[in-house]
Each structure stands twice: as structure tokens, then as C-alpha cells.
């Protein structure tokens, strides 16, 4: 994660990290949140969300972006808390979108003024989830944000490909 930050830095005048907390690791978001704020305390272009709450937002020019794990709200549910949460920057943004793990693949529902997106794991099945039958890919997703036009950019990385080099 230092790493990450380090190469964003790089290349971005700030840096957000969220670590959210999910229903399999409640106490690792948390302490890696802690970790992170006392490494960079000096670096006034990272900002650590805390990882206590359960919803985060960021406002970016007209976009306003939520992140949850969504394992303790239905994806339908999200667009009334974002517009209750947020009120002000609800109004203001034109994009709005939330972005949720915990499902494990990858869905994009388009509900009333936002979208809610999940997104595929990184990490390997267990035993539990093999003998489950699940059998989502693994990827990571980077979406690229503009302050007025929402998202212009969309890259893609199977793990299988990070993975072969």
C-alpha cells in the first residue's frame, strides 16, 4: 500500500486511500487505515480515510463518488443514503457514483441519479467460497474521473496478467 501511494504521488497532486471496512475484515481495515495515517502523517498530499465509517465520499469537481463494501446495504438502497449523506454535494455534482466490493463480480446498476457499481476480487478463493461454487475472475479496475465530465477513462487488469510478468 505504501508502494501504491508512492506511485500515485508520483503522478497526482493528492492522494485519497480508503481502506473499507467489509464483512471479512473488519479489524485489518482499520489497523491498516491507522498504519497508513501514521506513515504519511508528514505528507500533507495523502488524506487516510478514516476506516471506521462504513460510507465514504469524495467530491471531485462535479463527480461525487461513495465507497461502501456493501455488505450491510442492498445496491438499490445506496442512492437515498448518498442524497441524505451528502445533501449539498448531491446537488451540486452531476456525476454520482458509488463504488462497492463484497459481491465479488462485477455488476453497474443505474438507479435514479447515480449509479452503483461492484467490482470483481483480487483475491483467491478460499475453501469456503471453492466449495461454495463461486467463481468470479479476479481483476483490478481503474477509472479515471474528470471534474466536469465524470468518468472518461476505464482500464482493466486480470490478475492472471499481473501475475505472468
Known amino acids: 500500500m505504501i508502494d501504491l501511494v508512492g506511485l500515485a504521488l508520483r503522478k497526482h497532486a493528492r492522494v485519497e486511500v480508503i481502506n473499507a471496512i467489509g464483512n471479512h475484515d473488519d479489524h485489518s481495515s482499520v489497523m491498516l487505515s491507522a498504519f497508513m495515517e501514521a506513515f504519511f502523517h508528514n505528507e500533507p498530499r495523502v488524506h487516510i480515510h478514516a476506516a471506521g465509517p462504513k460510507f465514504h465520499y469524495i467530491t471531485h469537481g462535479r463527480v461525487l463518488l461513495g465507497v461502501t463494501h456493501g455488505d450491510t446495504v442492498k445496491p438499490a438502497q445506496l442512492g437515498g443514503v448518498m442524497a441524505a449523506d451528502q445533501g449539498e ?63 472518461v477513462e476505464r482500464y482493466r487488469c486480470d490478475i492472471r496478467l499481473a501475475r505472468s510478468g
Open 89 to 151: 454535494a448531491w446537488g451540486l455534482a452531476e456525476h454520482r457514483h458509488w463504488l462497492t466490493g463484497h459481491i465479488h463480480h462485477s455488476s453497474k446498476l443505474e438507479l435514479p441519479g447515480c449509479t452503483v457499481e461492484s467490482f470483481r476480487t483480487l483475491a483467491s478463493r478460499d475453501a469456503w467460497a471453492t466449495a461454495a461454487g463461486y467463481r468470479a475472475g479476479r481483476d483490478m479496475v481503474a477509472i479515471v474521473y474528470d471534474k466536469g465530465f465524470g468518468e
